[in-house]
Nanobody, 127 residues
């Protein structure tokens, strides 16, 4: 059974940084896409970034391009999301998700594209 466990959230001041981790266990395919999403109170879950495990190719939402960086460590079965220059508007629960696939596609931005989800980690940006 595939499981995803996020960690690394917390309280940070505006302009600060955090690194989120997503440990993946139980996967059976050799090619996966991991997506990071976030959900603020009263809002829908939105796409943040995605990465193809085999090549490391990435895709970002316009709102985080240049501030956030997604990466993965195949040996550790872990995906990361580096959050830099955080703003109060970045406050949300951050989720990682997983689907099988051999290439990134536009639909990676949709929650329905993913089969597996983690429990989420809270990121709060406040002074």
């Amino acid at each position: 059974q595939v499981q995803l466990v996020e960690s690394g959230g917390g309280l940070v001041q505006p302009g600060g940084s955090l690194r989120l981790s997503c440990v993946v266990s139980g996967r059976t395919s050799s090619s996966y896409i991991t997506g990071w999403f976030r959900q603020a109170p009263g809002k829908e879950r939105e796409f943040v970034a995605a990465i193809l495990w085999t090549s490391g190719s990435t895709n970002y939402a316009d709102s985080v391009q240049g501030r956030f960086a997604i990466s993965r460590d195949n040996a550790k079965n872990t995906a990361y999301l580096q959050l830099n220059n955080l703003k109060p508007g970045d406050t949300a629960i951050y989720y990682c998700a997983l689907r099988s696939g051999v290439y990134l596609r536009t639909s990676d931005r949709a929650t329905a594209s993913y089969n597996y989800w983690g429990q989420g980690t809270q990121v709060t940006v406040s002074s």
